[in-house]
């Protein structure tokens, strides 16, 4: 059993930047890839980005390409979301998610590990 906890989330001003935090627990040796996805007020959830387990690969939607940076470090057991330049388009509920296998990948389905989300709210 794999168990993640994002935190970092708040209410910023657009312009302003946040960082996310996703800690993994349990059994952390089963995760390899990791990501995160958000979802606004009823739409679907998105992917927003993707890092391997070794950090080598890294993929980012296009909205948030030059904006956001993902990162890890795997001796924590953690990956990050730095958030700049934040959007009120960027508002949503963002979850930590994990697969077993190594490589990322954008597709929401891979991932097995989910965590609960944390909520970013971006005013104008």
């Known amino acids: 059993q794999v168990q993640l906890v994002e935190s970092g989330g708040g209410l910023v001003q657009a312009g302003s930047s946040l960082r996310l935090s996703c800690a993994a627990s349990?059994?952390?040796?089963?995760?390899?890839?990791m990501g995160w996805f958000r979802q606004a007020p009823g739409k679907e959830r998105k992917f927003v980005a993707a890092?391997?387990?070794?950090?080598?690969?890294?993929y980012y939607e296009d909205s948030v390409k030059g904006r956001f940076t993902i990162s890890r470090d795997n001796a924590r057991n953690t990956v990050d979301l730095q958030m700049n330049s934040l959007k009120p388009e960027d508002t949503a509920l963002y979850y930590c998610?994990?697969?077993?296998?190594?490589?990322?990948?954008?597709?929401?389905?891979?991932?097995?590990?989910w965590g609960q989300g944390t909520q970013v709210t971006v005013s104008s």
């Open positions: 998610a994990g697969r077993g296998y190594f490589n990322a990948v954008k597709e929401e389905n891979m991932y097995e590990y």
């Open positions: 349990g059994r952390i040796r089963s995760v390899g890839a």
């Open positions: 890092i391997s387990l070794s950090g080598d690969s890294i």
